[in-house]
């Protein structure tokens, strides 16, 4: 009997410089936006001014950090679709067939209640602190998405290493005063 040999997936191969913008709006995600913090004063009106207690709502975390995650993650579709058309070839074991399928399919019945939603405004973009709703939601997927098709060889992991150590230092930092 002779052994299966196991496929690998394949590498990805583009230069180093090519390789730092694939990976750049990943090291913005993990080591630059949650550093963000700063008051935004929301007025509110329809159905969260029915439920707050107030006529404003005050967020120092999720409004500008949202915004910059939904400019990344559409730059994150423009770098992946400059890679396809450059002649990367995306292709998929079952492992990863059936983790982008139930990631469609998730993003399809979200879809599917947000739209159906008596709080259309609310399910598309959030309430007001929080800011995570269906816009919200695709941005997380595809930046799942993305991160799957850009992490192909053990030393990428760099790319998470570094910004996340730079985080805590920065926090560190912070922490003590």
């Not at 999720?62 to 992946?80: D, E, G, H, P, T």
């Not at 396809?84 to 492992?95: E, V």
């Not at 709703?133 to 790319?159: E, K």
Request: proline share 3%; with cysteine.
């Amino acid at each position: 009997m002779s052994k299966k040999q196991k496929s690998t997936k394949p590498k990805i191969t583009v230069p180093s410089l090519n390789k730092r913008v694939l990976f750049a709006p990943l090291v913005v995600l993990l080591g630059i936006i949650p550093l963000i913090v700063r008051l935004n004063v929301i007025n509110l009106s329809g159905d969260i001014n029915v439920a707050w207690t107030s006529s404003q709502a005050f967020d120092f975390f999720s409004w500008y950090k949202s915004n910059i995650i939904i400019f990344m993650v559409l730059f994150m579709v423009a770098i992946f679709v400059y890679y396809l058309s450059q002649g990367d070839k995306l292709t998929l074991d079952k492992t990863e067939i059936m983790a982008y399928g139930s990631n469609v399919l998730f993003l399809a019945f979200g879809l599917l209640s947000t739209m159906l939603s008596a709080h259309t405004a609310v399910a598309w973009w959030g309430a007001p602190e929080r800011c995570e709703g269906m816009v919200m939601l695709i941005c997380y997927c595809v930046m799942m998405m993305y991160t799957a098709y850009a992490f192909r060889q053990i030393s990428d992991f760099r790319y998470i290493v570094i910004p996340l150590c730079f985080l805590t230092a920065v926090n560190a930092f912070l922490g003590i005063f």
